[in-house]
């Protein structure tokens, strides 16, 4: 396995990134502000600066095909950048949210979004040509609290949401005149907007952190607080889901996870490190960790003479210095996408986190 | 021109922080039963837990302590009086006790090997944080009242309160959970400890 590519951009946490299609450009949210970075050679540079949020930017996006980034922040906002000539142009989103935003996504079809927000209620954004602007639908029915993560299944017209109520819910988000009719599936066969297709919580009931669509739509797989990870299998609408299994781990809970084909899923969160699950609707197993032990290069590899023990002893007061995980995250992991695909799986992801980082992993 | 209108004393003061805006909401959190949420747990009564107790017993007595442990975590207490919980808290406590510390690893790790050992690590993990949070511990047989965990006032009051037996006996029972606490770290992990945190079903 290749060792993974890391880019130490700031000492700042980055609460979410999200790379071009050409996967030259990266959207970092920082602080009140989306950073974007360009490729040049093996790192990356700050190109630019969005700025018009007042707040903490919670969640950034950028669409693949269109190249329109979406950014929500705690000032209750979301604006749209438009690639123009002139660089990008920020348009204002009406999300009729009284509380922070929280999380935001493009639909695969590019012609919408989600916005999670702490007002319970997921707003679904699309344009409306005849006034020129975003306008937004409340999903609100059944959110009991912070609506903390979305995730759209590959039909565009399905969503997932996990929320601090403990539940992963699959609601559909039909916009009459945007979005073409779905094929009826696993989820359900009508799906007018805000059906409730399914409410899942496992038995310790932890606030779900991240919720994702398996490639082909027909399961869905949340992580909680509970350090767990939860993949329902639906069984057609109206009927209880053909099975829901539930891998209850010894780590810190996942803050984020994505699907590598049918069969394995990428999880990463507290523990600073990326984990592999595999397994199917009769179980799933935790498979190990996609960090390589022991990599060289790690202070390891720093010669140890007399001279530099006696100094560290006089310095520090131990020889061994412990300040540094084994890890090469050295906090949260907060994001994990999908960075090259082909196919159904991913042959490479990237993670960002609170210690400032954008790595990007072989899986 | 500014957008405020009319400065008055109320809207330069920031005493409008402090407005608990949920409780204005009819549908936040607050106006809402939240125990709605979850399905509900079966309710269990006191004389069940008596019966377990004993249960439980006789099977120390007849020196299986890994299915005494194994029968109490699999039936915890979750809704049911104060008394209940109690009681059963005694009863995990005296097993607790009875176990030998070169045999709680093994004994942790054939639990949690088997199918919905996890689970039952969760259940210990739960009754060990209460034992600790009840701090008189175990040694005696009559149920603990919230009452006795009267918080001392000064740090010296411990000096004073070491001449006690009772406290001498808390401090044995204290250890002991502290004991098995390690224990079930290194076996099931520090997502035992999330999950005792994050678990709405308490004990």
């Not at chain 2, 008394?83 to 406590?93: G, N, P, R, S, Y």
């Not at chain 2, 204290?174 to 004991?179: A, E, G, R």
Request: aromatic share 8%; glycine share 8%.
């Amino acid at each position: 396995m290749a060792a993974p590519e890391v880019h130490h951009l700031f000492h700042h946490p980055i609460a979410d990134h999200s790379f071009s299609q050409d996967r030259k450009t990266l959207a970092i949210a920082r602080e009140n502000n989306v950073e974007l970075y360009g490729r040049v050679g093996n790192a990356f540079k700050l190109k630019q600066e969005l700025k018009s949020h007042d707040k903490l930017v919670t969640s950034v996006d950028i669409a693949p095909n269109s190249g329109r980034i979406v950014s929500c922040s705690q000032d209750r906002n979301a604006f749209v950048w438009e690639p123009t000539p002139e660089g990008y142009q920020p348009t204002l989103v009406l999300l009729r949210i009284n509380r922070a935003a929280t999380f935001v996504r493009w639909a695969p079809s590019e012609n919408k979004f989600a916005v999670g927000s702490g007002d319970r209620a997921i707003a679904v954004c699309y344009f409306e040509d005849e006034n020129n602007w975003w306008v937004s639908k409340h999903l609100k029915k059944p959110f009991r609290s912070t609506v903390t993560t979305v995730s759209w299944h590959p039909n565009s017209v399905l969503l997932a949401a996990g929320s601090t109520d403990a539940h992963a819910r699959v609601l559909s988000s039909f916009i009459k005149n945007v979005d073409a009719r779905p094929e009826p599936g696993v989820w359900g066969e009508r799906l007018p907007f805000n059906t409730v297709c399914g409410e899942y919580l496992n038995n310790s009931a932890g606030w779900v952190h991240s919720v994702a669509f398996s490639p082909s739509g027909d399961a869905l797989a949340f992580a909680a607080h509970d350090s767990s990870i939860t993949v329902v299998y639906p069984n057609g609408p109206d009927q209880p889901p053909k099975a829901i299994v539930s891998v209850n781990t010894q780590l810190l809970p996942f803050m984020s996870l994505i699907w590598n084909g049918e069969a394995e899923i990428i999880a990463a969160g507290y523990d600073c490190e990326a984990f592999r699950f595999k397994g199917g609707p009769q179980g799933w197993q935790l498979a190990g960790t996609l960090e390589s032990k022991g990599r060289p290069g790690l202070g390891d590899a720093r010669e140890e003479s007399a001279l530099n023990m006696f100094r560290q002893m006089d310095l520090k007061g131990k020889v061994k210095d412990d300040t540094q995980l084994k890890t090469v995250h050295q906090n949260t992991i907060n994001t994990v996408r999908a960075y090259e695909t082909s196919g159904d799986s991913v042959t490479k992801f990237s993670t960002s986190g609170v210690d400032g980082r954008v790595v990007i992993w072989h899986t | 021109m500014s957008i405020i209108q009319q400065h008055t004393s109320a809207s330069l003061s920031d005493a409008w922080r402090t407005i608990n805006i949920d409780a204005l909401l009819e549908d936040s959190t607050q106006n809402f039963d939240v125990s709605t949420l979850h399905p509900p747990l079966p309710e269990t009564s006191e004389s069940e837990v008596r019966q377990l107790a004993g249960q439980v017993r006789q099977l120390l007595r007849g020196g299986d302590a890994e299915g005494a442990l194994r029968g109490c975590l699999e039936f915890p207490v979750y809704n049911g009086e104060h008394l209940a919980k109690e009681a059963h808290l005694q009863t995990v406590i005296e097993v607790l006790q009875s176990i030998k510390a070169s045999e709680m690893t093994p004994m942790l790790q054939r639990i949690y090997g088997t199918q919905g050992g996890s689970e039952c690590l969760d259940v210990l993990m739960k009754y060990l944080y209460k034992g600790m949070a009840s701090a008189s511990g175990g040694s005696g047989s009559a149920p603990r009242t919230p009452s006795r965990m009267t918080p001392q006032q000064t740090g010296f009051s411990q000096m004073g309160g070491r001449a006690h037996t009772a406290t001498e006996s808390a401090g044995a029972a204290m250890s002991v959970l502290l004991s098995w606490h390690e224990k079930v770290v290194e076996v099931a992990g520090q997502g035992c400890i999330v999950r005792t945190m994050t678990d709405w079903r308490k004990v």
